[in-house]
């Protein structure tokens, strides 16, 4: 009878184990696909190292996730940073569910395959080859949404990387095929998720960028390896009638900062606009950070502006404040902010800007005062030598400053 209760007890634990080792992420490889308009499905790759931390490729990018949690046959899966969460249920290997974010009260169905690396099928060998620089414009001749972009790719075989430049900075890591004379890629980093579709010929492409379920725009683009974009330093501007920069806004203890304050005085100072939500913020922020822990031991500040579009003050801290963890952010975050990352609106905090045209742009302030420079948008590390020319750019005239 004795063997019998542990015969009996050993096949409860046996099969308790096998269930909860059918509602945890198996180690290898999944590909996951975002339900977006028209049908077209966004893949991505991710690989589970540990039922508890995973890593998200796109070309070569490394995101990882340690903020996985489980709750009987679901998984939720919390993007590093960002607000948006994947969650799921289990269906054997597989997983279905949704991509949410819940200030935006975007949803967008997910689901992922075990043992499956693929991020695109191509079913036919490569016809075209988008290697190099192409001259691009989204929603041409749409009223108030047509704007201009380098696209710059590199093909190998029928892989393409590469990403699109725009005046506001990039659509970060792309990564996809090429099948036939059709080019997809696409990119998801637990805030946006993108995917490009375009008919190329040898000097042309026409298709379409999606951003997740809620937006979609057309773009053309043809070659044009000498094409480059409006300076960076141009665009954004002190109007006439106002002698600088001017702002006093909280930070998480509840105290106003203002750039007048001493900390501020007899210093050269970047004020950064920003946002947690966006990607191009947070490339920028990783720079920042390490730039200013090696600087700030001379007459250098930075500060950050975030125009958040969570619902509350008290969400939209929640968010700055875990940016500052992830990343040991030193310098001050102030919410400008909350509830909308409308651009209009934050101009309207910012009355003495021409506009805010993009998350994120930095203000460059001398020790007497002026705004000497404002760069609108960030040439992330997707951009390659864009990148390398804004950081030696940033040094080169911080350290100018510095020196006056």
Not at 34 to 42: A, S
Not at 64 to 77: G, T
Request: with cysteine; aromatic share 12%.
């Amino acid at each position: 009878m004795k063997k019998i209760s542990i015969l009996l007890i050993t096949i409860l634990f046996l099969n308790c184990n096998k269930e909860k080792q059918a509602n945890e992420l198996q180690v290898g490889t999944y590909r996951a696909v975002l339900e977006v308009q028209d049908n077209e499905e966004l893949p991505f790759v991710f690989e589970v190292e540990s039922p508890k931390k995973l890593k998200i490729y796109n070309a070569e990018e490394v995101i990882e996730v340690d903020e996985i949690e489980y709750k009987n046959d679901s998984i939720f899966i919390k993007a590093p940073v960002f607000e948006g969460i994947i969650a799921a249920k289990f269906d054997g290997d597989h997983l279905k569910g949704s991509f949410t974010k819940e200030s935006l009260d975007r949803v967008v169905p997910f689901s992922a395959e075990f043992n499956n690396e693929l991020r695109f099928d191509s079913e036919t060998k490569p016809t075209q080859n988008v290697s190099g620089t192409w001259e691009t414009v989204f929603s041409e001749g749409i009223q108030d949404d047509e704007y201009i972009a380098k696209g710059i790719f590199n093909q190998k075989g029928s892989k393409i990387t590469g990403t699109f430049r725009t005046t506001t900075g990039d659509y970060r890591y792309l990564e996809g095929v090429m099948d036939g004379d059709v080019m997809k890629l696409s990119t998801f980093d637990g805030a946006h998720a993108f995917l490009f579709t375009a008919k190329v010929s040898d000097s042309t492409m026409k298709g379409t960028f999606y951003s997740g379920n809620h937006w979609k725009e057309p773009f053309v683009a043809k070659r044009n390896e000498n094409y480059e974009l409006p300076s960076a330093n141009e665009l954004t501007f002190i109007k006439d009638g106002y002698d600088g920069l001017e702002f006093s806004f909280p930070n998480e203890k509840g105290e106003i900062v203002s750039i007048s304050d001493d900390r501020f005085k007899d210093k050269v100072v970047v004020v950064q606009i920003m946002g947690t939500w966006c990607p191009n913020c947070l490339d920028e922020s990783k720079y920042y950070t390490k730039f200013y822990e090696e600087n700030n031991d001379k007459d250098f500040e930075m500060v950050a502006l975030a125009f958040e579009y969570a619902k509350t003050e008290q969400k939209a801290f929640k968010s700055i404040n875990r940016l500052k963890e992830k990343l040991n952010i030193n310098y001050p975050i102030l919410l400008a902010q909350y509830g909308t990352s409308d651009k209009a609106k934050a101009q309207e905090k910012l009355p003495m800007l021409n506009h805010v045209l993009s998350y994120p742009t930095s203000i460059f302030i001398d020790k007497k005062g002026n705004v000497r420079k404002i760069h609108t948008g960030f040439n992330g590390p997707a951009t390659g030598q864009k990148y390398v020319e804004f950081k030696d750019e940033f040094e080169g005239f911080v350290s100018e400053l510095l020196q006056e």
